[in-house]
Structure formats: structure tokens, C-alpha cells
């Protein structure tokens, strides 16, 4: 079915700080796709913030997320606001009934993640996370050549962030807190760590050291460790926003018996390295078709994810990502911040979670 045949979905966005604005230029830029996307609304506890937004999208503001689901006929409410918040809001839409997608990651919390899970389910609504990246040409190209197993059986995986945070970043009200927002783990490296998941398999041990090595801040800003992932490979991840200046790298080679893929580039926008067994019909494929130029890590898939769950929500499909796939990513969050902190290898069949990652300071 054509998805620009079905019906418009009314959406409201919770949220109207740097992400936001992302969203708003993405909704600008590929109007054409979106166009059975309207945006109906901005709520912001930041009046001012929620009415330049607003301003942008050519809809009403508000200051109050209680006061507008409970009045609201939203269809799909867009959370993007701190990562801490992130259960409150979507819950409250959740319950007034409103089909809901939350930027990365789901909560901070596991529990929080499993209880809107439960609510989704039990209202029968849609709930997903943003995992723009999956959507990526390059990325796309790398997931058939797995499925197709033409790399061989896996031997080694390695991702690197190589990115940079000026301590400006950092000196909000919620950034670079273990209560709110976590480090470079939970919230840089989210994507990356997810693609390790979706491209070569679960994990199902690991081992990680992480501090504070370029910012004053409580939480890490590199992180480093190594994984076995449940099909057998080895894999390590180095991950900082330490870089000086500029983001350099975000990117994740695999290995296996029969081949070399690299996706690499500012936000794994582009396959910088192919090799495979010389009988494939793809030896010989052109990797730059698989390329894309971005502007930032943020990169422009959000229009493909967008237009992906439109077409699920009003189909009554759910071809997107899952939300308990999310879920896993969250888990293998917990996973290295729990080994960080015991000073431990982490079976992660354990579920083993972080004693500080989204826990409230009374709580501590």
C-alpha cells in the first residue's frame, strides 16, 4: 500500500531543545516524504524555547505535557526530551491513549522500559525507540552481506567513537549526570553499540573500564572494553568524547573468515572498506552507491524511521524496530557500566545492572 493514501497522523512533540531542532530541520527538509506527518503541537517546560519551536513548525506551544494529552487527539507523541524524563512523558501519553516513540535510549532504567512495555500492550498501542542509524545506506548494505554470510563466520568486531563534547555541553541541568543522562556509553555510543547487536548477534560477555578523562563531569567520557559476542567472535570498543574539536570517527569493522566490511565515516554513513570471496556477486559491487555525506553524528535517517512507523501505525504492522530490541541495547548499557563498577566480566544472560545509571540521589 502507498503510505501517502492512508491517513495524516497528528503529532505532538514533547521536548524542544537540541534534538528537537534536529527534528524540525528533518520535518522541513523532506516535506514532501513526511507530509502525512502534522505536527500538531510543541510542549517544552521552557515557554520560550516551546514557542520558537512552535514558531518553526507553524503549530500551538505548550508548557504542560498532563494538560495537552489529556486534552489532545495526537495520534503519535515524538519524545525527545532528557533521557531521565523519558519514562514520565511517554507514560503519560501511553495512558491517554497515544501511540508513542522515544529518542534513544528507551529510560535509563530497565524497569522503567518493561512498565511502558506492559502499558503499550495492555492499551495496544505502538512504542518504539529512534534507531536512526539502522536505516543508514551503509548500514543497510552491511546487514545483507551478514545475512548473506558472505564475510564467513565472524571472528573479530571492533567499534570506535572518536567524538568531541566542548565542557559547554556538559553544563546543562542534565547532561553528564549519572541520574539523568549517564556517559558517553548511555548516550554518544547508544547507536554504535546498538549496530554491534543488530549486525553480528548478541553479546553474551564483557569486560570495560570508563572515566572521566577530558571534562570535569562525574560520569565517563571514554570508555573502553572487550565483548564475546554469542556466536563466537571477539570484539572491543573504544569510545570518547575527549577528541579535541571535532567529531573524527564513528565506525565498526567486522571481520570474518572470508571478508573485511567497514562502515565508517562521521556517523556510520559510509562503507570505507569491502573485501569478499572473489566468486560473490557482490566482489565487485561499487561501495560508494552505499555512501551518504552528514553533516553531524546526528546524520539524516530520521526521515526514513518516520516514514517507517507512519506506515506501521497505520497499517497495524510493527516492521520497525522492536521496542524490546531496545531494550537489549539497554541491557548491554547496564552491562558495561556494571562491569565498570564491580570491576568484573559481565555475563550479560544476567542482566546485570548499573548501581548508578538513572538512580535518583536520594536513592543513592
Avoid at 14 to 32: C, M, N, W
Avoid at 259 to 277: H, P, Q, R, Y
Avoid at 333 to 340: K, L, M, P, R, V
Amino acid at each position: 500500500m502507498n503510505p501517502f493514501s492512508m491517513k495524516p497522523l497528528k503529532v505532538i512533540l514533547v521536548g524542544a531543545g537540541r534534538v528537537a531542532s534536529h527534528y524540525s530541520q528533518i520535518l522541513s527538509t523532506y516535506k514532501e516524504e513526511l507530509k502525512n506527518l502534522e505536527v500538531v503541537g510543541v510542549i517544552d517546560t521552557k515557554e520560550q524555547r516551546a514557542k520558537e519551536l512552535a514558531l518553526a513548525l507553524g503549530c500551538r506551544y505548550f508548557t504542560d505535557v498532563e494538560m495537552f494529552t489529556q486534552k489532545s487527539n495526537a495520534d503519535l507523541c515524538l519524545v525527545l526530551t532528557p533521557s531521565n524524563t523519558h519514562f514520565e512523558v511517554a507514560k503519560k501519553a501511553l495512558v491517554r491513549g497515544i501511540n508513542t516513540v522515544v529518542e534513544k535510549p528507551s529510560t535509563l532504567l530497565l524497569s522503567e522500559s518493561l512498565e511502558l512495555q506492559e502499558i503499550a500492550n495492555t492499551q495496544g498501542l505502538y512504542l518504539a525507540t529512534i534507531h536512526q542509524n539502522r536505516f543508514n545506506k551503509a548500514v543497510v548494505f552491511a546487514k545483507s552481506i551478514l545475512e548473506n554470510n558472505l564475510l564467513g563466520s565472524l571472528v573479530s568486531v571492533s567499534i570506535r567513537l572518536i567524538w568531541s563534547r566542548p565542557d559547554s555541553y556538559y553544563q546543562d541541568e542534565w547532561h553528564g549526570k549519572w541520574a539523568s543522562d549517564g556517559g558517553v556509553v548511555s548516550q554518544q555510543a547508544f547507536h554504535h553499540l546498538d549496530m554491534a547487536r543488530y549486525l553480528c548477534g548478541p553479546i553474551s560477555s564483557l569486560s570495560s573500564f570508563g572515566d572521566s578523562l577530558g571534562h570535569p563531569i562525574e560520569v565517563d567520557d571514554t570508555s573502553v572494553g572487550i565483548m564475546k559476542f554469542a556466536g563466537g567472535a571477539l570484539g572491543t570498543f573504544e569510545l570518547t568524547t575527549a577528541a579535541p574539536r571535532i567529531d573524527r570517527e564513528a565506525s565498526i569493522s567486522i571481520l570474518g573468515t572470508n571478508g573485511l566490511l567497514t562502515i565508517g565515516g562521521i556517523a556510520l554513513n559510509k562503507v570505507t572498506a569491502f573485501e569478499c570471496d572473489s566468486s560473490s556477486d557482490f566482489s565487485n559491487v561499487d561501495t560508494g552507491n552505499f555512501s551518504e555525506e552528514f553533516d553531524s553524528g546526528y546524520g539524516i535517517s530520521h526521515h526514513r524511521v518516520l516514514q517507517e512507523i507512519y506506515r506501521d501505525i497505520c497499517n497495524g504492522t510493527r516492521n520497525y524496530v522492536s521496542w524490546q530490541d531496545s531494550v537489549e541495547t539497554l541491557k548491554l548499557i547496564h552491562g558495561i557500566y556494571a562491569s565498570q563498577e564491580l570491576r568484573a566480566v559481565i555475563d550479560t544472560k544476567q542482566n546485570s545492572l548499573s548501581r548508578k545509571l538513572g538512580i535518583k540521589e536520594e536513592a543513592k
